[in-house]
Structures are given as structure tokens and as C-alpha cells.
């Protein structure tokens, strides 16, 4: 074992009911524990699986916040997510045993390593954990096919109102705060992953604080008017 890798017990992990199927008893408890033996650290910028590596592990970010990127024929970096603590990162990888984009770090970040033949080996035995297993990975392709529909439909003001949204949500079920979240990612992250310009994404924040919906101060987003945002988005889908 290197410095890197530190042995943590998921049964006193307080993103437990978040990654871990609840209900589980303490001695199934105790297998994952044993499978999920090692936490990485990942320095901010840093790279925690590239694109075309071997698929091994699926990853539970425990603290820290990263984007899946994919690189284009012309150079440039798509963004295809960003995913934060409580999250599981790595299921691209299961399809044909290759990591199909980059997850880079855009803070300093730790990681559960979970080597996924072993997941699948314990999933085996305990349903709890299978039917856990099958409930992520079919969440995030809900989550995907909803972040194509937004892309192939909605106008600028409508995708970023449901990315912030998504993302306060996404925070709120991890304990913070309904209106007020600090961006990790840079305008230009945003505008990658919501298929935007740059100046695109900076014109709406601007529309949305003008229009009294947000307060934006650098990175520090506070949302004044949820169901401003919420008729922006619903307004579209009634649209169709």
C-alpha cells in the first residue's frame, strides 16, 4: 500500500446511504468493507481514469467534485458531466471494458476505489447490493438521455435553468442548501457541456441576475427565484 491509498470502512462512511443499498446487515456490511478497502486522492486538475484505459473499478467520490470529458476530433474538450461526493464515477467503463472518457478533478478530491469483479461477485449473494448496482447504472442513463433532450431542444436561458436546478437538487440530497451552491466548474465547463459559447452562458447568468432569479458573486451562485427557473424550463417542455 502506497501513501495514496488509505483504508477506510464503509459502514461508518456518512455517504453510506448514498452509495450503499440500505438495509444491509452488519456482516454484508463487513464483505463491502473489505471489497471497498482503498481511498485515492486526486490533487485538483488531476486525472482519475483517461479514455481507453481498462475498465476496473468504479469509483464513490467521497469528498471533491469532478467533470467526464472526452476529447473531439478538432482538439477541444466535450464535456459530458460533472459529478460530485455521493456520486459513482467509472460506469462508462463497464460496456466494453475501457474507461470511454477522462474524469478529471476540479478540486482536490478522494475516492473509494470498488473493483467492480469483486461488486459483482458480492452482488452475487446479496440482492440488496445488485438491485443497488442496477438502480445507479439505470439512473445515470435516465440522467444522460435527459441531458440529450435538453441539448437537442431547449434555448440557452432553458438549459442553464435546468443545470442549475439539477445541480442544487442533486446538492440538497447530500445535505446543502436549496438556494446558494458554489460553481466548481468554470463558465466554460458549463457552455461545453450545455453545448453553449462562452459568452453565451456568461449573456444568460446576466439576463437571470437582471431579471432578479439569481445573485451571482464569482463562483457563488444564491437562487432567489426558484420557480422562476422551474417556469423557464416547464415552459418549454409545455412548448413541445
Do not use: W
Request: charged share 25%; glycine share 6%.
Amino acid at each position: 500500500m502506497n501513501p495514496q491509498t488509505i483504508k477506510v470502512a464503509c459502514s461508518n462512511c456518512n455517504l453510506r446511504e448514498l452509495c450503499m443499498p440500505v438495509g444491509l446487515n452488519e456482516q454484508q456490511l463487513q464483505r463491502i468493507d473489505d471489497i471497498v478497502a482503498v481511498r485515492r486522492k486526486i490533487k485538483r486538475g488531476g486525472t482519475l481514469f483517461r479514455n481507453g484505459e481498462s475498465f476496473t473499478s468504479l469509483y464513490a467520490i467521497r469528498t471533491g467534485f469532478f467533470k467526464t470529458c472526452v476529447a473531439t476530433e478538432d482538439g477541444r474538450d466535450q464535456v459530458t458531466g460533472f459529478q460530485m461526493a455521493g456520486e459513482i464515477i467509472g460506469l462508462d467503463g463497464i460496456v466494453n471494458d475501457h474507461h470511454t472518457c477522462d474524469a478529471v478533478a476540479l478540486e482536490d478530491a478522494e475516492v473509494c476505489v470498488m473493483p467492480f469483479d469483486r461488486i459483482e461477485e458480492l452482488s452475487r449473494e446479496v440482492t440488496a447490493l445488485q438491485h443497488h448496482v442496477h438502480k445507479i447504472m439505470s439512473r445515470e442513463i435516465v440522467r444522460e438521455h435527459g441531458v440529450m433532450l435538453l441539448l437537442g431542444s431547449m434555448r440557452a436561458e432553458e438549459r442553464l435553468a435546468a443545470f442549475l436546478l439539477n445541480l442544487v437538487q442533486r446538492l440538497h440530497a447530500r445535505g446543502f442548501s436549496q438556494s446558494e451552491l458554489v460553481l466548481r466548474m468554470t463558465r466554460e465547463e458549463i457552455g461545453s457541456y450545455l453545448g453553449l459559447k462562452l459568452e453565451t452562458v456568461s449573456r444568460t447568468f446576466s439576463k437571470f441576475v437582471e431579471d432578479g432569479t439569481v445573485e451571482v458573486k464569482q463562483r457563488h451562485v444564491r437562487i432567489l427565484d426558484t420557480e422562476a427557473l422551474k417556469r423557464i424550463v416547464n415552459n418549454q417542455q409545455a412548448c413541445h
